[in-house]
């Protein structure tokens, strides 16, 4: 009927092809009803040709294989609501056991979820998986940093074992990196224990430990002598094994708080304000009582509810500074609580030490100074919460240092902003919020004055490393510090770049550095930014890698090992609270291999709003050793077997030999 298509024909595109057959019985219809004529079609060139066509249209994942694989795919991506909840469990610092009952009550509401795997032991798995996956990330970011700084810290845990917590610090292409390694036990406390549980902390799956350790060139951790000691100390452990360009850094928010205790230890008026917080912290806080009495008072007052908080812990100088602005902003509560308690008598202390807290609450030199205290502390805590910061570098203290000391030495000509202001209240009323005052001497004034100078001197010999040696080079890091114009400084930087290089050299040339070319790049990126951008001030090393990283590659990897010294170990002190979060009393048999595996998902992994398991289930898929039958009754296996074991079959069949 059709006949077949000849050559030029089926060179014709596929529209052309097909419109000849356009009104042929198949399409218009037909009343033949003859079996010759079905045959006679099947043998035809057009029934071949709509074949191939429909053939090559057909989507890729229809063939029996794709289906075979999405099939399986969707078998293992039905346990998706099984691995948000084993994050949820350890996002929320919950127990392992709650993975039970939050699966139970899916099922409850309806929730898809897979049948199997429901159990203590797969949310384990489940969290291996998701673990393993953000260290992966780690290492990966690892690998593309040139250099990196070991930060560690040690304490005890509720279980009275000493825990060493180790985080890696370095700069990839302008960019600070902050990540936590892990939460090792270490089997004593000297320096040659600290050394062993931060080396276990630095193997990686797919880093070698070997390149790894090429990549150090700081150990960043407190002032106790296990770390500093030029003998036995960890840091000599490790110019001894890594290589003596090993720099250790104190950590600098530590010193700031040493420097202000050891400003105010002979101040006679801060001791007192300082008891005064301390015994009013403990007067509320250890009687329900009389914090209920205090709190019905807030409420007659309309005022708002700010018991007293304790002046000592991790941060002193925030927490005192948190003291003091409490204790003046409910001063009116306090006095008026304190004076109904002092009349009231009591079998207990308690109204002894009413009427001495009203007594010092109402002496004017102490208030005048917790005035004083107020703005000193503000100017400090700023400086101490900066350092505290993660991503905080050394280059950024020398900016902060000599903010910090300018606003200081303010106080020693004159007030600050909350002493005058209770001047200027007090001389004409004599009272403070309408509570009368009495009192009253120059001390305030005169120990302000002593006090002042002594703290810039402290700070000043604590920080003294940052003027002098390698530290001092950080400086070029921040932009803060560069001359606004290159005609006066032409010279700017280069006995800093010189010092860095003599003292890395052998670490830059590991690194693939080129020393020859690394002063003469100095050169030509100043000029290039000092050309180019108008506010120097303002940029960013990210913004400079990118504009250019091909012209001074070898500088800008300086600046990166420059971005790799931190500021401190104070990062430390945030893991030990999510460690206090996860191992309390009620779980205080977790062992550290388990502490790192939930700190690093508490610390790391996304939200559990935003939390997308995908990747977890991939690495999860391919690496579990899957028991394809797990509902159905077991099978003896043939002797016969080349299958491998797993380890936990030849653990159990190595346990029932024993026996």
């Not at 037909?30 to 709509?50: M, P």
């Not at 505290?388 to 000509?413: A, L, P």
């Not at 090393?541 to 990283?549: D, F, G, Q």
């Not at 977790?590 to 997308?612: E, G, N, V, Y």
Request: net charge positive; glycine share 4%; aromatic share 8%.
């Amino acid at each position: 009927m059709d006949g077949d298509m000849n050559g030029d024909d089926r060179r014709r595109t596929v529209p052309d092809r097909f419109r000849r057959y356009s009104k042929g019985p198949f399409v218009l219809g037909c009343a033949n009803l003859k079996r010759e004529a079905l045959s006679t079609h099947q043998g035809s060139q057009g029934h071949k040709d709509a074949k191939t066509y429909l053939a090559s249209q057909k989507e890729r994942n229809a063939s029996p294989a794709s289906k075979s694989l999405q099939l399986l795919n969707r078998a293992a991506f039905e346990k998706l609501n099984l691995f948000k909840n084993a994050h949820a469990v350890a996002k929320k610092c919950r127990p392992i056991s709650d993975f039970v009952w939050v699966n139970e009550l899916d099922i409850s509401k309806g929730v898809s979820t897979s049948e199997t795997y429901r159990n203590v032991h797969s949310c384990k798995e489940f969290m291996v998986a998701i673990c393993e996956v953000e260290r992966k990330k780690i290492e990966q970011k690892l690998a593309d940093a040139k250099f990196c700084t070991i930060t560690s810290d040690g304490s005890m845990d509720v279980s009275v074992i000493e825990n060493e917590i180790v985080y890696c610090h370095f700069a990839v292409k302008g960019v600070v990196y902050c990540f936590f390694l892990g939460l090792i036990e270490c089997e004593s406390g000297d320096a040659k224990g600290v050394y062993a549980a931060i080396c276990k902390a630095m193997k990686f799956d797919t880093l070698p430990v070997e390149d790894f350790t090429k990549k150090l060139v700081a150990f960043a951790g407190d002032g106790a002598s296990v770390n500093t000691g030029a003998l036995n100390g960890v840091i000599a452990l490790m110019q001894q094994d890594i290589g003596r360009h090993m720099v250790m850094i104190r950590c600098m928010s530590h010193r700031t708080e040493l420097s202000f205790k050891e400003a105010m230890k002979n101040s006679t008026l801060f001791t007192k304000v300082n008891k005064l917080l301390d015994e009013l912290f403990k007067f509320y806080h250890k009687s329900p009582k009389q914090r209920n009495g205090l709190k019905q008072v807030f409420e007659a007052s309309k005022m708002d509810q700010l018991l007293p908080t304790r002046v000592g812990g991790t941060r002193w100088v925030s927490h005192t500074q948190l003291a003091v602005q409490n204790m003046l902003r409910s001063y009116k509560a306090l006095v008026t609580h304190l004076e109904q308690v002092a009349i009231t008598p009591s079998a207990s202390s308690a109204q002894s030490k009413a009427k001495f807290l009203v007594n010092q609450l109402k002496d004017r030199d102490n208030m005048e100074y917790a005035h004083f205290l107020v703005d000193l502390l503000a100017v400090v805590c700023k400086l101490s919460l900066t350092l505290q910061k993660r991503e905080t570098c050394v280059y950024q203290v020398h900016k902060e240092m000599k903010t910090t000391i300018t606003n200081i030495k303010k106080f020693e000509t004159r007030a600050g902003s909350e002493q005058r202001n209770f001047k200027d209240v007090n001389v004409s009323t004599k009272t403070l919020k309408g509570m009368t005052l009495v009192g009253g001497s120059s001390k305030p004034d005169d120990q302000r004055k002593s006090v002042v100078p002594k703290l810039v001197d402290v700070i000043g010999k604590r920080y003294e490393e940052l003027d002098s040696g390698l530290l001092s080079a950080t400086k070029i890091a921040e932009f803060s510090c560069w001359p606004l114009t290159q005609e006066n400084e032409t010279d700017f930087g280069e006995d800093h770049v010189t010092l860095v290089i003599d003292h890395y050299r052998q670490v830059l040339e590991n690194q693939g550095v080129s020393i020859s070319e690394i002063e003469a790049e100095w050169g030509i990126l100043k000029e290039n930014i000092y050309s180019n951008h108008k506010d120097v001030h303002s940029l960013t090393w990210k913004l400079v890698n990118s504009l250019y990283v091909a012209k001074c590659p070898n500088i800008l990897a300086v600046v990166d090992l420059l971005l790799s010294l931190p500021a401190g170990s104070s990062e430390c002190e945030r893991g030990f609270s999510v460690m206090k979060n996860i191992k309390t009393d009620n779980r205080n048999r977790l062992r550290s291999t388990t502490m790192t595996l939930l700190m690093t998902i508490q610390m790391h992994s996304a939200d559990i709003s935003s939390f997308d398991p995908t990747e977890a289930i991939h690495h999860w898929y391919e690496n579990k050793h899957r028991r394809p039958y797990f509902m159905n009754p077991r099978v003896k296996k043939s002797s016969t077997t080349t299958r491998s074991k797993t380890v936990a079959a030849a653990v159990i069949e190595e346990e029932a030999n024993a026996n």
